[in-house]
């Protein structure tokens, strides 16, 4: 097998990962309208923009060299007389159950952004859906560039409008109102929230407002009216008048913005830990000693990728990021996640925020576990260094995980560095969590620490920071990449 | 010309019914700005042509107007 599972929904093609390289194989009836799109204006416009993922088709003997591959001939067998085409890396894949409410904003504009750009050109978007997009950084990139076909001019109506809302105006919708968040929608529903589901949860009043009104209601009244055997629905109904077709459509899409526009995610969200920044137990000299510890570390290691776990508001991704890694921030709380991502495009930043809770990581998801895989199987390896700052006391106390298998995570994640902060159990903080459970944690010192880390890393230095019960460590992983 | 259908989305069943109520609204929209347009075009037109004998600069034929900005020159 391929080292991803192909995608296999859209019969025009499939695209799998193979040693590092991201490759697509495109059906002998698709190539010619595939290859048309990647000439049109929309598609030279939102690569050179790297919004749309660039792509090249192999040579036959660079595609020959692929088919010696045992594990792409099943691939090859599915689309004879095909062509393989090969298309950039984008460098850590995330799902939508991974992300804050902003990054399914920003990857619902770009969806309408190119399917706008591409009626301009003859073609239309075939399905619009989340998955069709993964992050650079803060920055959507649309990555499913088998997802345009050629569209009948007289052709008014867009099929995969319900679902865009299935996918993302709904889901921003109950994460608005009802705070649902996206991880659960999406990590038992791979096509979202269906106007039903929604319409349940909605008062009588509620029903009658205009967004529900127009995305919920009136759509679940009038699937209750139609029989489901009504085959004429999907029939399609060609205009003679393309002029009209089009314009129909181009309205569509601008009421489709508008509405995604009213869902975008309030900018300043408050949540318990958005204002951690400011309302820390550290004070300034013990904070500035962290910053320095921390500033120093990733100057001597200079990391290429960086995993911040724990990242809060993100201020030492940011720090990570302007010491030019690539940073991939996960915190268990969307509103964090949600600022990171407000603030690393506005400061341009190179940082993917995700909403991940290390105890509890994405699971792998989809048809035989294999569409997207678990957030562990993407992380493992993937970083040259680890910052793990003032979250080993959630880990230890609220998740009741035991420091020897933390490590063990850091040392399966990390190539190179772990730069971790040791909380005292006698620590304000600590102690808030432990909530009468200190006998859990009497023994947990920093001797203990440094002894659990022993099998695992080489401890190059540490600082108790000034006026606290915290040390930080900066430590080398054992035993080569892994 | 061919026209590929690989929809092999689910089109939904309320919400493409609502789709198409609107675009048979959209569409009557359509008509009523492409009247709007024309009607504006035939007042520009009427308008145009009255407003012409007190611009000045109109009076005078392209071709006079050319040589008088030569002359400036």
């Keep these: ?482 | 010309m061919t026209i590929l259908i690989l929809a092999y989305i689910d089109p939904g069943m309320g919400a493409l019914l609502w789709q198409t109520i609107i675009a048979a609204f959209v569409g009557f929209l359509f008509y009523l700005k492409k009247t709007r347009r024309w009607i504006v075009g035939v007042f520009r037109k009427m308008f145009g042509r009255s407003q012409k004998p007190s611009d000045p600069v109109a009076e005078i034929p392209a071709k006079e107007t050319m040589k008088a900005k030569a002359d400036v020159r």
Excluded at chain 1, 5 to 19: E, L, Q, T, V, Y
């Design chain 1, 1 to 482: 097998m391929p080292q991803s599972a192909p995608s296999f929904r859209d019969p025009a093609g499939c695209c799998c990962s193979f040693n590092g390289r991201v490759l697509r194989f495109v059906a002998a009836e698709a190539i010619s309208e595939f290859e048309q799109f990647l000439q049109t204006n929309c598609a030279r416009q939102f690569i050179a923009r790297k919004q749309f993922v660039s792509t090249r088709r192999l040579n036959e003997n660079e595609a020959a060299a692929l088919l010696e591959s045992p594990e792409l001939q099943p691939v090859f067998h599915a689309q004879p007389g095909g062509a393989v085409f090969e298309h950039e890396r984008i460098p850590f894949p995330s799902y939508p159950h991974e992300w804050p409410p902003e990054m399914l904003w920003a990857a619902g504009r770009l969806t309408l952004e190119l399917a706008q750009a591409a009626l301009a050109d003859g073609f239309g978007l075939k399905d619009a859906t989340p998955r069709n997009v993964l992050f650079r950084g803060s920055e959507p990139v649309f990555i499913d560039a088998l997802s345009f076909e050629r569209r009948n001019p007289g052709d008014p109506i867009w099929k995969p409008h319900a679902q865009f809302v299935r996918t993302f105006l709904l889901p921003l919708l109950a994460n608005r109102r009802w705070g649902l968040p996206l991880a659960e929608i999406f990590t038992t529903r791979r096509d979202g929230l269906e106007p039903e589901d929604v319409y349940r949860f909605c008062g009588p009043l509620e029903k009658f407002k205009p967004q529900t009104l127009s995305l919920v209601s009136i759509p679940t009244w009038l699937s209750r009216r139609a029989g489901p055997d009504d085959q004429k629905i999907y029939q399609p109904h060609l205009l003679a008048n393309t002029e009209k077709a089009q314009f129909i459509l181009e309205s569509l899409f601008k009421r489709l913005e508008r509405t995604l526009d009213s869902l975008k995610p309030a900018a300043q969200k408050k949540s318990v830990w958005s204002d951690y920044m400011a309302t820390h137990s550290y004070d300034d000299p013990a904070f500035a000693a962290k910053e320095k510890f921390v500033s120093e570390a990733l100057r001597e290691f200079k990391p290429a990728r960086v995993l911040d776990a724990g990242a809060n508001t993100g201020h030492f991704s940011a720090l990570a990021a302007q010491a030019g890694a690539e940073v991939v921030a996960v915190d268990l709380d969307a509103a964090c996640a949600g600022a990171i991502w407000q603030r690393t495009r506005e400061q341009k930043l190179n940082i993917l925020p995700l909403v991940v809770n290390l105890a509890h990581p994405s699971p792998a998801l989809g048809w035989r576990n294999g569409e997207c895989p678990s957030f562990l199987d993407r992380a493992t390896g993937a970083f040259d260094g680890v910052l793990m700052l003032a979250l080993i006391h959630h880990l230890l106390v609220t998740e009741r995980i035991p420091l020897e298998e933390i490590l063990r995570l850091a040392y399966d994640v990390t190539n190179s560095l772990l730069v971790i902060e040791f909380i005292d159990p006698k620590d304000e903080m600590f102690r808030r969590l432990t909530r009468g459970r200190e006998e859990l944690h009497a023994t947990l010192d920093t001797t203990m620490f440094e002894q659990a880390c022993t099998p695992y890393f080489e401890i190059v230095r540490s600082l108790a920071l000034p006026g606290t019960q915290r040390r930080m460590y900066c430590l080398k992983r054992k035993g080569g990449a892994s």
